[in-house]
């Protein structure tokens, strides 16, 4: 174990620390208890492929974490509302699961390895991976990512940058994956078909919206939400761009497969001045979906104006031409 290993250290006064070996749950509650000085933890060459159960749960000592090389899974909450700083996630790590890092208010920067075989970065309504990390400023989603489920970076209040790799496999941003983060820019990755309710609600620093060439874009959701006991954070519409107050263009002319606009999906944009779509049949959008200003136009497909000028949800722009005008 490795309190027999470090018996003729002062390990209560250890800052730095590499482990190669073998690690059990004993040796991590040594480490969170009886190291309270430790700083920086690479366990990079330990043969382990699940952390214990809530690992470092409200711990104040680790900051910088190399995690091993053989883990697949970062559990629920195993370093919730702790002291971590930076975290190197390993390339074999499939899943983040929900509140795996909820509230590190300290965590500046998370690292994927090169060639991450990350798939899933879980969440539920206030209970995503990254939740509340509220130092967290930029944050690179590596090419195997499938999911960004629900919440998973809520709250991170100076998340200013998110970055998808030029190969994304992204299909699903799942509601309120991005709620109030300060996003500037968002370029939504080709393979995305679904961007669930809210999911980037209260981005008010987001100015512009682009889809990549070939989008496989089918439905940007919506509605109403209402909460029983009248406290859920998400009381009240919740469109997955709504209330942007700095939102001016939305260029979705690259997509050209939408089925479906749910209602306050882009509502209570005053600044909203260009929107741009490429599907020639005007999707199914609800009339509350845009609110539109005076200002507001809308490009179309040419030789589709027509159809937008009559369908529900569309009409409400006072400019609609086509793209190429």
Not at 48 to 71: A, D, G, H, M, Q
Not at 107 to 130: M, N
Not at 247 to 261: G, Y
């Amino acid at each position: 174990e490795l309190e027999n290993e470090l018996a003729g250290y002062d390990y209560a006064n250890i800052e730095s620390l590499k482990i190669t070996g073998v690690l059990n749950d004993v040796d991590f509650l040594f480490i969170y208890h009886m190291m309270p000085k430790l700083r920086d933890l690479d366990i990079s060459d330990v043969n382990i492929t699940t952390l214990p159960t809530r690992v470092f749960y409200n711990s104040k000592n680790i900051e910088n974490l190399i995690l091993s090389k053989t883990l697949s899974t970062i559990d629920t909450e195993a370093f919730y509302n702790s002291a971590l700083k930076s975290v190197i996630v390993p390339n074999g790590v499939t899943t983040i699961e929900k509140c795996a890092f909820q509230n590190c208010s300290e965590l500046k920067d998370v690292t994927f390895q090169e060639d991450s075989q990350l798939r899933t970065i879980e969440g539920g309504y206030s209970y995503g991976a990254f939740y509340g990390c509220t130092s967290l400023t930029s944050i690179e989603i590596p090419a195997s990512v499938q999911t960004i489920g629900k919440a998973a970076f809520q709250e991170c209040t100076k998340l200013a940058t998110v970055k998808f790799d030029k190969e994304s496999r992204l299909k699903t941003i799942a509601p309120g994956s991005f709620y109030r983060c300060p996003i500037t820019t968002i370029d939504i990755p080709a393979s995305v078909q679904t961007i669930g309710e809210a999911a980037f609600q209260e981005c008010t620093k987001l100015a512009t919206v682009r889809f990549e060439h070939n989008s496989q874009l089918k439905s940007i959701e919506g509605g109403y939400y209402r909460s029983s006991s009248g406290s859920d954070y998400f009381s009240g519409p919740i469109g997955a761009f709504y209330r942007l107050p700095n939102l001016r263009t939305v260029d979705m002319s690259n997509c050209t497969q939408v089925e479906s606009i749910g209602g306050y999906a882009f509502y209570g944009n005053s600044e909203l001045r260009l929107v741009k779509i490429g599907t020639p049949t005007p999707p199914t959008c609800d009339q509350a979906a845009f609110g539109v200003n005076p200002q507001s136009v809308l490009k179309v497909p040419t030789g589709c104006a027509d159809a937008y000028k009559a369908a529900i949800g569309w009409r409400g722009f006072t400019s609609i031409t086509g793209l190429d005008e």
